[in-house]
């Protein structure tokens, strides 16, 4: 079962530098088409652009931690979120918020 996903996301990581020239300006659009695939970036799936890029796999790492919009570690399907500004917790909202 875990080989085979290692080789799914092998073949769609592929797929993904199938379409980059492996320049290392292409980095940040390589990672953002990863994440859109996966919802993360992957620990294999960084080491498999490294390896693209010919750069080390901590370039990777340090580009990924420096912005924000990189996660890696899953995130779920569904993001939800609360807005707490004061007039809409002045009609109720705050009761749902505290429980």
Known sequence: M?????????IKTNEILSRYKGNRD???NILQETQEKFRYLP????????????IPV??????????ALFRLT???KKL???VVA?????VGARMFYMK
């Open 2 to 10: 875990e080989t085979e996903i290692k080789q799914d996301l092998e």
């Open 26 to 28: 292409e980095l940040i």
């Open 43 to 54: 620990e294999e799936a960084m080491e498999k652009i490294a390896e693209f890029l010919k």
């Open 58 to 67: 901590v370039e990777i790492y340090s580009v990924a931690t420096f912005y």
């Open 74 to 76: 899953p995130s779920g």
């Open 80 to 82: 939800s979120g609360f």
């Open 86 to 90: 004061p007039p809409v917790m002045s």
